[in-house]
């Protein structure tokens, strides 16, 4: 029983190496797909040559209140990917109804319905879309929910304020 102990002991180095080959693989796949066939208005690369650590670019969609601008976002995976979400914060400020005042997302892709079928590319048009038809009835931001419905002029003006923060900085 000692021995086999031992054994599995002294494989898991073997298996952390292969997992992490598991996920730079995939993840070199993701990037390549997102060079070679962009989709409109996102982009995402891997920051300071790290596989693990990218930032994200999105346009606002059309016809909604975040048409012409764009936003920057921050795409940490776990070890384990794909099998778990990576972390994605909107690292430009976001006044949104499924997004906190720190950036952090109410998107249940990004927690209970995560599935290892899911890449950059699906969660990144999955937020645009989310951008322009948030889930008012799980809100981050019960000022945001509240404005989308019941007053859209005064939310779009408080969501260029928050946006022009980023301008300012």
Same mark, same amino acid.
């Given at each position: @029983?000692?021995?086999?102990?031992?054994?599995?002991?002294?494989?898991? /180095?073997?298996r952390?190496?292969?997992?992490?080959?598991?996920?730079?693989?995939?993840?070199?796949?993701?990037?390549? $797909?997102?060079?070679?066939s /962009?989709?409109?208005?996102?982009?995402?690369?891997?920051?300071?040559?790290?596989?693990?650590?990218?930032?994200?670019? @999105?346009a606002? +969609?059309?016809?909604? /209140?975040?048409?012409?601008?764009?936003?920057?976002l921050?795409?940490?995976? +776990?070890? !384990?990917?794909? @099998?778990? +979400?990576?972390?994605?914060?909107?690292?430009? +400020? @976001?006044?949104?109804? !499924?997004?906190?005042?720190?950036g952090?997302i109410?998107?249940?892709?990004?927690?209970?319905?995560?599935?290892?079928?899911? !890449?950059? $590319?699906?969660?990144?048009l999955?937020? $645009?879309?989310l951008?322009g038809?948030?889930?008012?009835k799980?809100?981050?931001?019960? $000022?945001?929910?509240?404005l989308?419905?019941?007053?859209?002029?005064?939310?779009?003006?408080?969501?260029?304020?928050?946006?022009?923060?980023?301008?300012?900085?």
């Open positions: @029983m000692e021995a086999s102990s031992n054994l599995t002991a002294a494989n898991a /180095p073997k952390a190496a292969e997992a992490g080959a598991t996920v730079t693989k995939r993840l070199q796949t993701e990037l390549m $797909q997102l060079m070679l /962009p989709p409109p208005g996102i982009s995402a690369f891997p920051r300071d040559g790290n596989l693990l650590s990218w930032t994200g670019t @999105m606002g +969609p059309a016809d909604t /209140p975040f048409a012409n601008l764009t936003f920057k921050s795409l940490e995976f +776990p070890s !384990n990917y794909p @099998m778990s +979400p990576p972390n994605v914060t909107f690292t430009t +400020p @976001m006044f949104h109804p !499924n997004v906190d005042m720190a952090r109410c998107l249940d892709i990004l927690k209970e319905k995560w599935s290892a079928v899911y !890449n950059v $590319q699906t969660v990144l999955s937020l $645009q879309s951008l038809e948030p889930n008012n799980s809100p981050l931001n019960g $000022q945001a929910a509240d989308w419905d019941r007053d859209p002029a005064e939310f779009k003006r408080l969501m260029l304020l928050r946006y022009r923060e980023a301008e300012e900085e």
